[in-house]
């Protein structure tokens, strides 16, 4: 089944750190391209992350020095590692294969001050 599923998500003071998990099943996930979004209430889904196969990242800017994306080729799963979080971090954070419409149900952060 082909499939992307997200977890970690919660709630967690300003300040603090949670890590999120997307686990793929049935796709080359070792030369996927995965994305992390993200998207706040009343706004648009925006990009966090974006790492390579062979392990590039990049990232938005207003995540750069906070967040950290990361993943295991061989447990098919990409990493979010959130620290230093703000209030303005909170929405739900979803997974997607670059260049296709597979995604993830998503993983509600909230931030509280």
């Known amino acids: 089944q082909v499939q992307l599923v997200e977890s970690g998500g919660g709630l967690v003071q300003a300040g603090g750190s949670l890590r999120l998990s997307c686990a793929a099943s049935?796709?080359?996930?070792?030369?996927?391209?995965m994305t992390w979004y993200r998207q706040a209430p009343g706004k648009q889904r925006e990009v966090v992350a974006r790492i390579t196969g062979g392990g590039t990242a990049n990232y938005a800017e207003f995540v750069k020095g906070r967040f950290a994306i990361s993943r295991d080729n061989v447990k098919s799963t990409v990493y979010l590692q959130m620290n230093s979080l703000e209030p303005e971090d909170t929405g739900v954070y979803y997974c997607n294969q670059f260049g296709t419409s597979l995604w993830g149900q998503g993983t509600l952060v909230t931030v509280s001050s």
């Open positions: 049935g796709i080359t996930f070792r030369v996927a391209i």
